[in-house]
């Protein structure tokens, strides 16, 4: 889309520019014609709009979302469908537009949070989470690029886009559409393709507190398949070797939220939410630090879902035993430790969808800057990469639309099939222009040219009894943005002009003073006045006082003589004689 095109959804919503681009749908901001208001608007990705799985997918996330009303969740006002130009029925969802930043654009900008407020921002998403896990929707995308700070400091969760009701989710599903999610953020049972409640967004959630504690996830590596293995296998480092601000108490919490066992961790998001609110008022936190890892897991007497290639199947409980059944013991570790090789290859398996080698290959990412989106995708997707993230950054030297960089940055090095975000211009950055009533020129210019604004003044004069050179007006009008480095006319008042004095001129120096004041003259003779012609004898407005440039000064002078009138008889002479 262009900037000078305009699209429409039906009659009621006009689209605008691209907010961000996820796994199946475009988010751009809009119009709602009918009720006059800013909307953001989720449509199905065109390429993905003739495949019955993805919009049914796409509206099972609308449904999911229109059905929860929270001050900590983006709200969703109407769902719709458009036509393409190819015919196809593209499925959009129009929600609340909010300002502000995700947590993911706030820590790449390496932003320091303090432990105080990482654990406000996760008691809002607990909130949020107890809400909608209590109308029976899981989230199962909870990350930092899915929670937003507006500028106030509210808390907004976004993006249900793989939300499942929890009634569905007890049925049995294919191990596709069970590992869905993001690797970093993954519980273990999602990794391993099971079965997933509420308590799978807890885990996503500590790994969210510990990324906000940290400044890094709980879980890093080279691919998915390592990130997932070490969130099924490995035990996270707690956050206060990371950071010594963060207390034993917090050590706690986020150990709990990250138990591999389920049964293990908080068994709701609002249990989390009041420890968190006890740890934030310096209370005692009843939250034991687990040291259980996937095999430790199992061997507590978790029950472990190992699905075959062909399906989905459940491994019985490990019974205890006694220490002294040594043959006993170690058959249990032998059999535990074919399951580990079981569950590494579902890791693999339920993140990539298909069988992966075990050697990653290493290719060099596209330098894809000043591309639009669409084709940058086409250039990563060519090298092998997948398309993650796209968010908007302003630019004065990158288009609007174009791609400004990438993460990782263009000539690294990443792992095929790894994803890779996009930073898109949004234009240059916008400001908007102030009131600048009761100012003087020069005081509004230096504040239209301070770094600011940065804007660029053009001078227009009007008349007006405002004293001289007071800004009057400004094109564009104050309350509208405008690109910083655009130009502004101030339209400022010519002032008033003191009347000069021209009685006793002639009509021409009376004339030429005037005008050269900023007045128009009218001259009017007067024939019974006395005095030289021409001589000004009287000015309609006294000198001295004040009056807009323009006004009309009347002047009366000696009027002309007629030769006519001058008395005088003959001379007569006399005869000599």
Known sequence: ???????????????????????????????????????????????????????????????????????????????????????????????????????????????????????????????????????????????????????????????????????????????????????????????????????????STGCLLYELLTGRPPFVGESPVSVAYQHVREDARPPSQLNPDVSTAVDHIVAKALAKRTDDRYQSADEMRRDIERALAGHHVDAPTMAVAGLGAAAAGATAVAPAAGGTGTMPPVSHRDDDEAPDRKALWIGLAVLAVIILGLVGWGIYQASQPDDVTQVKVPDVAGQDVETATRALENAKFVVGETTEQTSADVDKGQVISTDPEAGSEADEGSTVDLVVSSGPEQVSIPSLDGYSYDRAKKLL??????????????????????????????????????????????????????????????????????????????????????????????????????????????????????????VLGGDDG
């Open 449 to 570: 040219e301070s770094d600011q604004y940065g804007l660029k003044v053009k001078k227009a004069t009007q008349d007006s009894n405002e004293p001289k050179d007071s800004v009057l007006n400004s094109d564009p009008p104050a309350g509208q943005s405008v690109d910083k480095g655009s130009t502004v006319t101030l339209i400022v008042s010519k002032g008033q002009a003191t009347v000069p004095n021209v009685v006793g001129a002639d009509q021409a120096t009376a004339t030429k003073t005037l005008e050269d004041a900023g007045f128009k003259v009218k001259v009017t003779e007067d024939p019974n006045a006395q005095g030289p012609e021409g001589q000004v004898t009287a000015q309609s407005v006294p000198a001295g006082e004040q009056r807009s440039p323009g006004t009309t000064i009347e002047i009366t002078v000696v009027a002309k003589q007629d030769q006519g009138d001058t008395d005088g008889g003959d």
């Open 1 to 203: 889309m262009t900037d000078d095109e305009t699209i429409r959804l039906g009659d009621r919503y006009e689209l605008g520019g691209l907010l961000g681009r996820g796994g199946m749908a475009d988010v751009r901001v809009g119009r709602d014609l009918r009720l006059g208001r800013t909307v953001a608007i989720k449509q199905l990705r065109s390429d993905l709009a003739s495949d019955d799985t993805f919009q049914a997918r796409f509206r099972r996330e609308a449904q999911s979302a229109a059905a929860l009303n929270h001050p900590s969740i983006v709200a969703v006002y109407d769902t719709g469908e458009a036509t393409d130009a190819q015919g196809n029925h593209v499925p959009y969802i129009v929600m609340e537009y909010v300002e502000g930043q995700t947590l993911r654009e706030i820590m790449r900008d390496d932003r320091k949070i303090l432990p105080e407020r990482a654990l406000s921002i996760t008691a809002d998403v607990l909130s949020a989470l107890d809400y909608s896990h209590r109308s029976g929707i899981i989230h199962r995308d909870i990350k930092p690029a899915n929670v937003m700070l507006t500028p106030e400091g509210k808390v907004k969760v976004m993006d249900f886009g793989i939300a499942r009701a929890i009634a569905d989710a007890s049925s049995a599903m294919t191990q596709t559409a069970a590992v869905i999610g993001t690797a970093q953020y993954l519980s273990p049972e999602q990794a391993r393709g099971e079965t997933v409640d509420a308590r799978s967004d807890i885990y």
